[in-house]
């Protein structure tokens, strides 16, 4: 176990990519004086461990489409930068709407889409039926399709940033949950681990994923993010369907499918707000029917493993990034409700601006700051491959 420092620069409260790419973004504008808590190890527990790794540009909302933008140019040039390939596989994103109020989104993103100059394609049932006829379309209005979106490695992409880091200096230290703050004259001026252990800060972020509202609390902060149970099945080889066909997500009801490998991946319910680990067996058979019905040569599919992640979700679906007033210094990253990957560059630059510039240039956050759930401006994302 490393040795815990008494004083840091920064202190960032989580290990996850979210937290792992502020870490390398404070590294490359100069700030080595880093220390990364982990409750528990890196990779093992969070959203990021249980990450698909998909990256798409079908968001209602421009500040959500940007951040998928900033973050694909990374991941584009990742091999450059860091050495590490992604295999990334563009597989599209299809989203299907069932009633006229989704069909309704899936518009106004689609003419979102279109003011940046973004290819989406609108598909009636029936184009969707030649294009895939595997999937019932009878039930649905329509649905979206990008092309170029796709999946890249997620585990690949956390180790990258993690040794990047770390060769710039940061330190990351496993098994040292925080539990307290060391707070004066309206600031963190510090955190205190489970050990007993204080470590003296200039500045603190919580980027604790599903964690972050316990995080906020410990500091008397109310932050609105919630750990959302996600229940995810992995199927045997299945070849009923073709090898190549775009990640599936059914707006109405949050089931999704994706190939994975000669198997499938099965998105299925979601749950109750908690860290369960537990897969339940209703869950099973919810996704059982929801993936016939959707998809009814699936009937012969044999479900071989499941498992839980956790979306940190937020009231309206949007990341939460800013300070409270009342602890100006302790700075959130987190809520990214099932767009944490996707968007983690894009936060580490933008978080790594507001520590040594004083203000984000990467892109206006303003849309995303902490105040907005108490100024009741909410800014609500649609598209989303849950129901909360």
Not at 190 to 208: C, L, M, P, Q, R
Request: proline share 5%; with cysteine.
């Amino acid at each position: 176990m490393s040795i815990l420092p008494t004083k840091s620069q920064v202190v960032i409260i989580g290990s996850g990519i979210i937290g792992a790419a502020i870490a390398y973004y404070l590294t490359q504008k100069g700030v080595r004086d880093v220390a990364v808590l982990e409750a528990g190890e890196i990779g093992a527990q969070g959203s990021t461990s249980a990450c698909l790794g998909g990256l798409r540009t079908q968001f209602s909302t421009a500040i959500n489409i940007r951040f998928s933008l900033i973050s694909r140019e990374v991941f584009r040039r990742f091999k450059d930068e860091f050495g590490v390939d992604l295999n990334f596989t563009p597989y599209g994103y299809l989203f299907l709407a069932k009633t006229k109020k989704q069909w309704a989104a899936v518009e106004n993103t689609s003419n979102l889409m279109e003011t940046l100059d973004l290819p989406v394609d609108l598909l009636t049932p029936r184009a969707m039926a030649r294009r895939w006829p595997f999937i019932r379309v009878d039930d649905l209005v329509g649905g979206s399709y990008t092309k170029n979106d796709g999946f890249y490695g997620p585990m690949e992409a956390l180790q990258a940033f993690v040794k990047k880091a770390l060769q710039g200096g940061a330190l990351f230290l496993e098994r040292n949950p925080v539990v307290g703050f060391l707070i004066s004259d309206k600031k963190a001026v510090g955190v205190k681990t489970e050990s007993g252990h204080e470590i003296k800060a200039d500045i603190v972020v919580n980027a604790a994923g599903p964690w972050a509202g316990q995080v906020a609390a410990l500091a008397g902060l109310d932050l609105p993010v919630a750990p959302l149970k996600r229940h995810l099945f992995f199927t045997g080889p299945f070849d009923a369907i073709p090898d190549t066909f775009p990640i599936i997500i059914d707006i109405d009801s949050g089931w999704y499918l994706k190939r994975e490998g000669r198997g499938l991946i099965l998105g299925g319910p979601t749950g109750e707000t908690s860290f369960s680990q537990n897969v339940d067996f209703n869950a099973e058979e919810r996704t059982a029917f929801e993936s016939v019905r959707r998809v009814p040569v699936l009937e012969q599919a044999r479900m071989v493993r499941g498992w839980v992640g956790h979306y940190e979700l937020t009231p309206d679906h949007h990341a939460v990034i800013g300070v409270f007033p009342e602890l100006k210094n302790f700075i959130c990253a987190a809520g990214f409700s099932g767009h944490g990957f996707q968007h983690a560059p894009a936060t580490g630059m933008i978080v790594a601006e507001l520590i040594v510039d004083g203000r984000a240039e990467t892109e206006d956050i303003h849309p995303l700051r902490p105040m907005r759930f108490r100024e009741d401006d909410l800014i609500h994302e649609p598209m989303t491959a849950f129901r909360s």
